[in-house]
């Protein structure tokens, strides 16, 4: 590139980015103070952490999840932070619970102002281990579940002129982990949606934020299923999980998220080990291609029970010393992971 061509990219960067400080200047501050708030998979985990930071904040709650007992205790404790959340036990992946739901909801709060897709699955094991069935259900709930959501409440958001909806995605659908291939499509999928849909909305008023976080202290690893050698998989995963310098705590990341959904930000990856790993699969494809190979042949074979499931709670691995997997255990206890039947 000549002397050039290198001062018209240096001004066009310079253009470009007092453009964006100044749009980010004099965007308005959002209070989510009185806002009509859906949250799907809003029962446990990052869920239940979101509810409760926005009912601190002063939002009017509804969640849903397909589980009613699961319901009823995020109910108390939803309580024990000072609301009283609407619940509505829901299947996001049957658009037509979902239209019930959200008329239900916008009968008794009032019309939606603010909807986080943050239901999901994730199924673990080698991809010899996977079916069909593995990829359509990860598809079903992690991308037409979302959608599913934004079909009910996008018509009213665009009569008024106003809304915003936050989709959480995942560092797996940034790069593509090995041993999570549905998950990972399923959440590549998101992303795409969710990007395009904030380009198409924008002239409506609706701000769109797609969140990919990286790991994060939620407790879920018990709730995941595995597949192959269920109990490797699952230990592997829970200490990744578990490790404070690699993970966010599920307060931080809600906090980060509700942050990045008042700012407006078109997206958001949490966890510095999240962006960086997004920015070197972006720069330097070929190297993370080859350090992913790496991991995928340090991961455990696909024997064992095959393309048998198991949940995490039933691959509890009795050779990993406790500490290593405490802080999952304790968010696991703390964010309505466990039934009490399984304390």
């Given at each position: 590139m000549n002397?050039?061509?290198?001062?018209?990219?240096?001004?066009t960067t310079l253009g470009l980015g007092a453009w964006l400080?100044?749009?980010?200047?004099?965007?308005?501050?959002?209070?989510?103070?009185?806002?009509?708030?859906l949250i799907t998979g809003g029962s446990?985990?990052?869920g239940l952490?979101?509810?409760?930071?926005?009912?601190?904040?002063g939002a009017h709650v509804a969640i849903c999840a397909r589980d009613p007992e699961e319901l009823a205790r995020a109910a108390h404790d939803l309580a024990a932070h000072g609301n009283h959340p609407l619940c509505f036990p829901c299947d996001i992946t049957k658009p037509e619970e979902v239209h019930v739901m959200v008329r239900h909801i916008e009968s008794q709060?009032?019309?939606?102002?603010?909807?986080i897709n943050n239901a999901g699955t994730i199924s673990m094991g080698p991809l010899s281990t996977m079916t069909r069935a593995d990829f359509e259900k990860s598809l079903a709930i992690n991308f037409w579940g979302a959608y599913n959501t934004v079909e009910a409440v996008v018509?009213?958001?665009?009569?008024?002129?106003?809304?915003?909806?936050?989709?959480?995605?995942?560092?797996?659908?940034?790069?593509?982990?090995p041993h999570?291939?549905?998950?990972?499509?399923?959440?590549?999928?998101?992303?795409?949606?969710?990007?395009?849909?904030?380009a198409e909305l924008a002239n409506n008023g609706i701000v769109v934020t797609t969140i990919?976080?990286?790991?994060?202290?939620?407790?879920?690893?018990?709730n995941a299923q595995f597949k192959g050698q269920h109990e490797d998989e699952y230990a592997w995963f829970k200490v990744g999980d578990s490790l404070p310098l690699l993970t966010l705590s599920a307060e931080e990341a809600a906090r980060e998220i509700l942050e990045a959904c008042r700012r407006g930000d078109a997206e958001a990856v949490l966890s510095i080990p999240a962006k960086v790993v997004a920015t070197a699969n972006a720069l330097f494809p070929e190297v993370m291609s080859g350090l992913l190979d790496f991991a995928n042949r340090c991961l455990p074979r696909p024997d064992g029970t095959g393309t048998e499931a198991h949940f995490g709670r039933e691959s509890e691995p009795l050779s990993v010393p406790a500490f290593l997997t405490a802080p999952t255990d304790q968010a696991a206890a703390q964010n309505n992971e466990i039934a009490p039947t399984e304390r």
């Open positions: 002397a050039l061509g290198k001062t018209a990219l240096l001004l400080l100044k749009r980010r200047i004099s965007q308005p501050d959002y209070s989510f103070d009185g806002k009509v708030t446990r985990g990052l952490v979101l509810a409760r930071e926005l009912t601190r904040q709060l009032g019309p939606m102002d603010l909807l018509d009213g958001m665009r009569q008024r002129g106003q809304g915003r909806i936050v989709n959480i995605s995942s560092i797996g659908g940034k790069i593509s982990v999570l291939l549905p998950y990972s499509v399923s959440k590549f999928a998101l992303v795409g949606y969710s990007q395009g849909l904030r990919c976080p990286g790991l994060m202290r939620t407790g879920s690893p018990r």
